[in-house]
């Protein structure tokens, strides 16, 4: 390591004083002008970790749903996840360090993870599509090339492209092709093989309203749209060519203010979806035939394509012994983690096969060496129906994204399971009832006051919070709440729901009360 070089270097990307950020959820977040030093640094960091790993590394600009203003940075890890967390504590430690110290900090994170400075390293890049994003990934080249790491990149991504890149190419290929057009085709052809299957192709099954949040997603599913044509038609709303990125739009949007984005028409009984800015979550919504707004998030998402897969599976395998009225819960156990799909996404790869998702829409399926090589033995040596599902498990495998939450992979699943069940948007609503939910944001001083336990379904600082919240809960039917501080957002989450819609607004309400005055709100008291 040219140590000398990497001091230089820096001084070009100096950290602003005083300034202290945290590698939260989805790494580093904050106003895009405070983030110069932080992607030259992880540039640094990225070609540590790859030099460990033997492995690509990925490093993805962007701030997801966050506003336009705001940018960040994330590193994936060799298999496509997110970062170990041992990593997450050395990538605080350099964002942080102040310049005189950063020859220390980048010598201590090499000596404590035994990383061979010899080694090659090499790491690729992605970015979104905010007006910051290219010039922040150009820090983050400066940051690999100046520690000698070789990089490509790919410029403009969704984030669960950057993931599938890296876990592409360090599968040797096995994974799939590490381009953009490898991705279409190796989606495109599942999506297309499945729905071929499907008896019901009716127009009602094949078109998609999608609004993209303004952002990435619509070039990327635009750039995609012919190579799946012939089994779905998109049309696409909030395409970046006007609006802001994720103002009034998006997942994030439609799943908080559970109301559909602006600048889509929508008629009654209409499919309609939205990504968030990067193109890794997905939520779908229709109006009834009242005009009522009905929000399909990613519990349902979870909920269809958990009972598809296992009806798959009976039919490939379990039928023989599985009584054909065995309920979904009788036989897929349900796990609760801490936010945040790193959290999820460990917790699924413990089952051979695992579907993670979180309520706004950022979620995937994982399935196991083992299960996957059955699956496709299944597929040449059964036959007739047995064959014939194990030839969908095959390519509904291939249609997810395993590497990462992805919406443009969750769209074509949902939308296959939907052709080939012959369920339209309504139906799949009913499989079961949401209690009315209210999502609120409380401004604090400082969020880390507020930590929590049991999956962050319990709040154990401040002292008194859990028992405020505990009895504002009493005061209500079916009634829930918890708070959280936001990994993203300075902001403290709180949620409610009870026996209806009034009730879980007021509880919500009441419990952001409790929230400002126990954990020290700031500015305005919230209004009901
Ligand atoms: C990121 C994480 C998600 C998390 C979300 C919101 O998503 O990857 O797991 O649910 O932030 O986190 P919080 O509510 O703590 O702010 P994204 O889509 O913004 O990258």
């Known amino acids: 390591m040219d140590l000398g070089a990497i001091t230089k270097y820096s001084a070009l990307h100096a950290k602003p004083n005083g300034l202290i950020l945290q590698y939260g959820t989805a790494g580093f977040r904050t106003k895009a002008e405070h983030l110069d030093h932080v992607m030259f640094r992880m540039g640094l960091l990225a070609v540590l970790r790859s030099k460990q790993t033997k492995s690509t590394i990925g490093v993805m600009v962007t701030a997801s749903h966050n506003p336009e203003e705001d940018n960040g940075v994330k590193l994936v890890d060799p298999l496509g996840e997110m970062l170990a967390p041992s990593w997450e504590e050395h990538a605080t430690c350099l964002a942080n360090a102040e310049e005189q110290d950063m020859q220390r900090v980048l010598i201590d994170i090499s000596e404590k993870e035994a990383v061979n400075l010899q080694q090659d390293a090499f790491v690729v890049i992605g970015r979104d599509t905010r007006p910051s994003s290219e010039k922040l990934s150009q820090s983050v080249i400066d940051g690999v090339t100046v520690v000698g790491g070789q990089f490509h990149d790919y410029g403009l991504l969704t984030t669960p492209q950057l993931h599938y890149m890296v876990y592409c190419r360090n599968t040797g290929g096995r994974y799939g092709k590490a381009t953009v057009e490898g991705y279409y085709q190796k989606l495109s052809k599942a999506f297309v093989e499945l729905t071929k299957q499907a008896s019901c192709s009716g127009d009602e099954y094949r078109s998609l309203k999608v609004d993209c949040a303004n952002g990435i997603g619509a070039l990327k599913l635009r750039e995609m749209e012919h190579y799946f044509s012939q089994g779905l038609s998109v049309q696409l709303f909030n395409d970046g060519s006007k609006g802001k990125l994720n103002h009034l739009c998006g997942a994030d949007f439609v799943k908080s203010h559970q109301k559909p984005p602006q600048g889509m028409e929508i008629k009654s009984n209409e499919r309609c979806c939205s990504f968030d800015g990067d ?26 394509i958990s009972s598809f897969l296992k009806e798959l599976l009976v039919e490939v395998w379990w039928g023989d012994w599985l009584p054909s009225k065995t309920r979904l819960s009788e036989i897929v156990p349900v796990y609760c983690t801490k936010t945040g799909v790193k959290h999820l996404h460990h917790k699924a790869q413990e089952f051979d096969i695992g579907v993670y998702f979180e309520a706004n829409g950022h979620g995937t399926a994982l399935f196991s060496t083992a299960v996957e090589m059955k699956i496709k033995q299944s597929a040449e040596q059964l036959e007739d129906k047995k064959r014939k599902a194990a030839k969908m498990l095959e390519n509904i495998i291939d249609l997810f994204n395993q590497a990462a939450g992805d919406a443009i992979s969750d769209m074509l699943v949902i939308e296959a399971i939907l052709a080939l069940k012959g369920l339209t948007v309504q139906q799949w609503d009913a499989l079961y009832t949401d209690l009315p939910n209210r999502q609120l944001k409380v401004q604090v001083a400082d969020r880390r006051v507020i930590s929590t336990t049991n999956a962050e379904r319990q709040a154990v600082t401040p002292p008194g919070l859990q028992e405020a919240i505990n009895d504002l809960v009493k005061k209500y039917k079916l009634s829930r709440a918890f708070v959280r501080p936001s990994g993203t957002e300075d902001v403290v989450r709180v949620y409610a729901e009870a026996d209806s819609q009034e009730s879980a607004d007021h509880l919500a309400h009441e419990v952001s009360l409790a929230v400002f005055q126990l954990a020290g709100g700031i500015g305005e008291r919230p209004q009901p």
Do not use: C, M
């Not at 890794?280 to 929000?295: E, K, S």
């Open 279 to 304: 193109a890794d979550r997905i939520v779908y919504y229709y109006h009834d035939a009242d005009g009522h707004f009905h929000l399909i998030d990613g519990d349902k998402i979870a909920t269809l």
